[in-house]
């Protein structure tokens, strides 16, 4: 087994310190990572403070053997990354003429002067690498301090990832992987039901592989991981046993998710859907359409919220069915929800949480109440996950 | 001015590190502590590792007064968070009958016996305290460790954020609140035209307050900072120097939302709304309906999708406008978005991201062309905002 190779991640800016910005671009940088065969250990966010910035560099740059920082590398000037870094590299800044050209040429591209405070981006640290930003005006920094290869990247997300893909990830790859990883996705089995089902397969796997859980509302993951050469092979080897036991509880693995699952079931048995949403209101109609290419199997939907709307938009979905039943040689099927999202509109009979949820298909009906647990947003995600499940247990 | 008392926030688990999850307690839990009166400088997220936990605890003790660790608190063998606890405060773990009683006793509740490894969760550091956790397993615990008072909260979100604010807050609670902020939000006025027309206000306050940008797809928000005694007053006057400039472009403040703040303006003047979505696919609906109380203006809407639904579908939603208009004293309006989300389907004429939205109304119908950015899921994005802001000018 190859030494595991440690990165660590620095994130840098107030607004990820103040509870207005929630960090994505670790998230990003960490799967990235582990795919080139590193090992993330740590993760730090830090305010746009340079000496904050310097020690966090310092501290990391001794841990790891691979630094990737984000974010401080505007033209404000609360934009201090570089300066920082070249504290932490005792060195001083230098004004490189090949950012200020590229500068330039984007402001002319554009058809604009460029503003002079654009020329702060163009001060990097004596030591270290400029590596060329086509996609913005911040430059990217690469430099060696301690036992680290520290390369500093913009904190704009669409900047970050492309950057990440196309300029520095040949630069850091390992050529294998160390740690691998698998997810098998249920929905609405409950933790711990799911454990005790498995309990074997995890006793008979457990010096190969680490298992784990992940309850996300009415979802469960089992996950799966290991480290190292054969590690793919002892995945494989208890994720097949899983499957032996669990079967079609399993929706999908690691990145897919329900609406793209459901969408290739209709796709393959050349079906098509229609909705009529009150509760979830336009939420599984949203996570259908996010999956592109959806208009193959998906005809439309009616979001018939206010008691007023529901007789006539019925009506419709109703007659769109048929008619597309009557015209084509698909089967169309109809997914209905209504309910108590909440806050209000609760009763002792039906408290908010529950759920009706009905499925007519060529062989006719089913309508099943379910009741859900979460705030408003929560139920409806809830819904919208029972539902697209009870059509993809329908169709298989 | 009282001296600024800083915080940090330590968040643990491999899968906050491995790209699977992003962490969002950090966020909950600096919003929180701000508003207490902290000022939180660092985050740090580390492995189910002892040694990466109990290194990181020991550093952030001494470079702060508060800190806040989060996650690892579970039953199983992966959690680790108060063992490394211990070993930071150089003490052993004892069991905890409360702790014990109070676990057995939720299993009782449901009915089951408690599992064996539950105990595990009640080893607690020797040194410290116990604060009790009504609402999961997993026991909260506080203890000092050179400069800082230091709590370990669970990581589940739905459980961290109730202890934070039932059994944390007020034993943290500063008395008086150090940082303020206030997001200034508009939609579809490009940064540096924004920043442009408000050059003049932002010189006259620049030694009193702090101005930012954030640019969130075609969203643009203002931010103003200040901190210590006056800070409130002094933020208060540039937003309303900017409000003088910006006048109704601004449609929110904070945490206000787009379709929140159509909803309110749909009340005010007794109007209902009806939609017609394709390219945006139910995401309208499904942000209208996320605000709790949509019922009230929001009848319903079509998600025309396929091409073969369009013209039944929209039929409908033309004669659902037009009864609700004669059946009620309330004017209803309607809008409609079509275009080319992406990423195949666009043309040298209508390029992806080409949106045309339509608003109805009792004085006519407008419709306008769009140019949006981004991929898939941001041009829906997009036109959703570009839709309600169009719709929230006309009812102005």
Chains 1, 2 share one sequence.
């Not at 910005?21 to 065969?37: F, I, K, R």
């Not at 397969?201 to 009415?218: E, P, T, Y």
């Not at 050349?270 to 996570?287: M, P």
């Amino acid at each position: 087994m190859e030494k595991v190779k440690t990165a660590e991640v620095i994130v840098i800016g107030d607004e990820l310190l103040s509870g207005e910005t929630t960090d994505t671009n670790s998230t990003y940088l960490d799967a990235g990572l582990e795919a080139l065969g590193w090992m993330v250990r740590r993760h730090t966010t830090v305010l746009d403070d340079v000496d904050a910035i310097a020690s966090a560099i310092k501290a990391s740059s001794k841990r790891c053997q691979l630094l990737l920082c984000s974010g401080g590398l505007g033209p404000t000037i609360d934009d201090l990354t570089l300066a920082a870094f070249a504290s932490a590299l005792n060195c001083g800044l230098r004004k490189d003429e090949s950012v200020v050209a590229s500068i330039q040429a984007k402001f002319e591209k554009l058809g604009r002067p460029m503003p002079p405070n654009n020329e702060r981006q163009a001060m990097v640290p004596e030591i270290g690498e400029v590596i060329d930003n086509p996609v913005g005006t911040a430059p990217v920094f690469f430099a060696h301090l301690n036992d680290a290869d520290v390369y500093v990247l913009p904190g704009v997300p669409r900047e970050l990832k492309w950057l990440f893909k196309e300029k520095i990830s040949d630069r850091i790859n390992l050529g294998y992987r160390n740690v691998f990883r698998r997810s098998l996705k249920t929905v609405g089995r409950g933790e711990s039901s799911l454990e005790y089902s498995i309990r074997n397969i995890i006793a008979k796997h457990k010096d190969k592989v680490q298992f784990g859980f992940r309850a996300i509302g009415v979802e469960n993951h089992i996950k799966i991981m290991a480290m190292g050469s054969g590690a793919e092979d002892a995945i494989q080897v208890a994720a097949d046993d899983l499957r032996g036991i669990l079967g079609d509880s399993i929706y999908g693995v690691d990145q897919e998710i329900l609406p793209e699952v459901v969408g290739e079931l209709l796709i393959g048995r050349g079906d098509t859907l229609a909705l009529a949403e009150s509760c979830s209101g336009g939420l599984i109609a949203k996570q259908l359409t996010d999956v592109a290419g959806a208009s193959a199997y998906f005809l439309g939907g009616c979001v018939s919220y206010a008691n007023s709307a529901k007789s006539e938009l019925l009506g419709v979905c109703e007659s769109l069915l048929k008619r597309d039943g009557a015209v084509s040689a698909a089967v169309a099927e109809a997914l209905a929800t209504t309910g108590v999202a909440g806050p209000s509109g609760g009763s002792a009979e039906k408290p908010v949480g529950t759920v009706f949820i009905a499925l007519a298909g060529p062989d006719g009906t089913t309508v099943e109440r379910k009741q859900l647990i979460g705030n408003r947003s929560g139920v409806r995600e809830n819904t919208a996950l029972v539902c697209l499940e009870l059509l993809r247990q329908k169709l298989l």
